[in-house]
């Protein structure tokens, strides 16, 4: 019995042993300092090839995870050598949303993956997709369907410089933008990250934003990685074909259409080096994004894209079938942003490997994208953030910047009789409570992943933001149009009213109406009505006998039959974000003229959607369409 005992000790052991040196290599093994991929005088290729060769299955598996912060920890960074961290959609440090506090909670991230074995450094990566919005302080910008409307390269390419420093100012490697689709129906809540349902638009501010995240120097220290999003065609899924209602739909379009419209932005930006690219949790022909070898195959060999690939967030759960990290990996994708379950993906991608479900030729090449990333931005010499920038972050030139934007942006749609320019010297009427509030002027994706509204309830799973905002004042910085009109005229020419009912003595009134805060999913609609409270809010202003100045908020064109009637001007304002309250007035006083034209058409009913330009079909404002002074 003995002899057994031993005998079976002995082939535990050896088993023990054969797992730890897989192909040769040992996880206890200390790399010398003078390895290879130390030096820094080698090329990056020569220290990428040393570095995998010295690396177990395991440790090059964790580094194509990418992990959420409330489920990986520093020490389970440190303890799985994870490739990767996110913050997720309302994921802060613990210890507040300021830029230093970012900056040390990455750095502590940081310092926990250098500790590991091989020292590989760790990605950050981030949802800045208007401004670093999650941020404390931080400078948030237009959305992209409001710079559409600007439709200025050059600006577009500042807002992109711009978004990089404050965003490296905490420490962040990685943001998840562009949002490169194409919009093509106002019913999906993900149409305001959209610039445009023009491919050309589309193409060129989505190129100039990677110019300016990147620079063509990603070692920089105010630049970072680019990810144009959601490859692709996910502006082209059709109403009825998703859960929700359009997001993560699915296209029928043909292939030529698919390539004239949803692939052109892509053919650009690929002209720029982007670091990377997010694929799309969209169909095509019915077929998930992320399992499908053939689209990303044309990225690859068609497009030139050399990069590394990432998943969205869990989008590897909506594919079919079984060995769905398996299907992801070997359509393509490099990194997987799990992002909850990273000991499931490593333990069963391991396995994946030894059965020949995955070669391991597509796990190095998925490894060596990934390495190659993190040494051409200079994270082994320089693994952790200074806080050099964060002076930077909502400075006064990066705000006016901000203001610029939302003067561009606006787009006059009516002004019977010239009420606009506002007179100099009358009293103004401000009604309804976005006239204030700064979360709703700024949309989905600001401090949180659909945003927040001190003044109205959200949809069920959003509603909780706004009480956080309240209550820890996790708030934009910037100004509303209540505050910047008063500081601009006085508090005794600018009067409020919530419903526009007390308003005695006002020569104008200005109705500020349009959408809550929503993101993704939760923004899909059948409707663009206006609500019943802003729809009587315009009526009883206009029922005081008042020139009534319409501003819309919102983050794709509305139904406004019910309140044209009642309207002498109505200005399309979008999501304008930090500066809306300054850059509102300063057009609407007349400092500065109206430049803004539609970049969608705007439908004048329901039954017209899908609507675009050359469809045959005619809205209420066509597309490039908008006034002046």
């Not at 819309?552 to 509305?558: E, H, K, N, T």
């Amino acid at each position: 019995m003995k002899k057994y005992r031993v005998v079976a000790i002995t082939i535990l052991i050896c088993t023990v042993l054969v797992e730890a040196t897989c192909n040769g290599k040992n996880e206890t093994v200390e790399v010398p300092a003078t390895a290879s991929y130390r030096d820094t005088a080698l090329p990056v290729e020569e220290r990428v090839e040393d570095l995998l060769s010295r690396m177990t299955l395991k440790e090059k598996v964790a580094q194509m995870a990418q992990a959420v912060i409330y489920r990986a920890s520093p020490q389970d960074t440190k303890t799985w050598a994870l490739g990767s961290i996110l913050s997720g959609g309302g994921d802060h440090p613990r210890s507040g949303i300021s830029a230093k506090d970012w900056l040390d909670h990455c750095n502590e991230y940081q310092k926990a993956a250098i500790s590991t074995r091989l020292g590989i450094p760790l990605l950050y990566g981030i949802d800045s997709v208007h401004g670093c919005a999650k941020m404390g302080g931080a400078t948030v910008f237009p959305h992209n369907i409001g710079l559409g409307a600007a439709n200025d390269p050059e600006l577009v390419e500042r807002i992109g410089r711009i978004t990089a420093t404050e965003t490296a100012a905490g420490g962040i490697h990685w943001n998840f933008s562009p949002c490169i689709a194409v919009s093509r129906d106002e019913r999906w809540g993900r149409a305001y990250e959209s610039y445009s349902e023009s491919p050309g638009i589309v193409a060129r501010l989505g190129s100039a934003y990677v110019r300016g995240h990147e620079a063509g120097r990603l070692s920089d220290r105010e630049t970072i990685a680019s990810c144009p999003k959601h490859y692709f065609a996910d502006g082209g899924a059709e109403w009825g074909t998703s859960p929700h209602g359009i997001d993560r739909g699915n296209s029928s379009l043909p292939e030529d259409e698919l390539r004239r419209i949803h692939l052109a932005p892509y053919i650009a930006a690929m002209k720029e080096n982007p670091a990377t690219v997010m694929i799309s949790f969209s169909s095509i022909h019915n077929e998930k994004m992320h399992s499908n070898k053939q689209w990303i195959d044309v990225l690859r060999s068609e497009l030139g894209f050399t990069g590394l690939i990432v998943s969205d967030w869990a989008g590897h759960t909506e594919i079919d079938g079984p060995d769905k990290f398996a299907q992801a990996i070997n359509a393509g994708i490099d990194m997987i942003m799990i992002p909850e379950d990273y000991q499931l993906f490593i333990t069963e991608v391991v396995g994946n490997v030894e059965d020949g479900t995955i070669s391991i030729t597509r796990i190095d090449e998925a490894v060596r994208r990934i390495l190659t990333l993190k040494f051409e931005m200079g994270l082994f010499e320089n693994p952790f953030a200074d806080d050099s920038l964060i002076p930077l972050v909502g400075s006064d030139e990066h705000m006016a910047v901000a203001r610029d934007a939302v003067r561009k942006s606006l787009v006059l749609l009516e002004n019977k009789n010239t009420v606009l320019p506002l007179s100099a010297n009358s009293t103004i009427a401000l009604v309804g409570t976005k006239a204030k509030d700064l979360g709703a002027l700024c949309g989905g994706w600001t401090i949180y992943w659909g945003g927040y509204s001190e003044y109205e309830t959200l949809h069920p799973w959003l509603e909780q933001n706004s009480a956080r905002a309240v209550a820890n004042n996790e708030r934009v910085n910037g100004m509303d149009l209540l505050t910047a009109f008063t500081e601009r005229r006085g508090s005794t020419s600018i009067l409020y009213s919530e419903d526009g009912s007390d308003i005695t003595g006002a020569d104008c009134a200005v109705v500020v109406v349009g959408e809550k805060p929503y993101t993704e999913m939760t923004g899909d609609t059948d409707s663009l009505a206006l609500s019943k409270l802003d729809i009587d809010r315009v009526r009883t202003a206009k029922g005081q006998g008042l020139p009534v100045v319409v501003v819309v908020i919102s983050g794709r064109p509305l139904i406004l039959d019910s309140i044209l009637p009642y309207c002498d001007a109505v200005v399309a304002a979008w999501l304008p974000g930090s500066m809306a309250g300054p850059g509102i007035a300063d057009v609407l006083f007349g400092d500065y003229n109206f430049t803004g034209k539609l970049s969608v058409t705007w439908p004048e009913s329901m039954d017209q959607l899908p609507i675009n330009v050359g469809d045959g079909k005619e809205g209420l404002y066509p597309f490039g369409y908008g006034l002046s002074y």
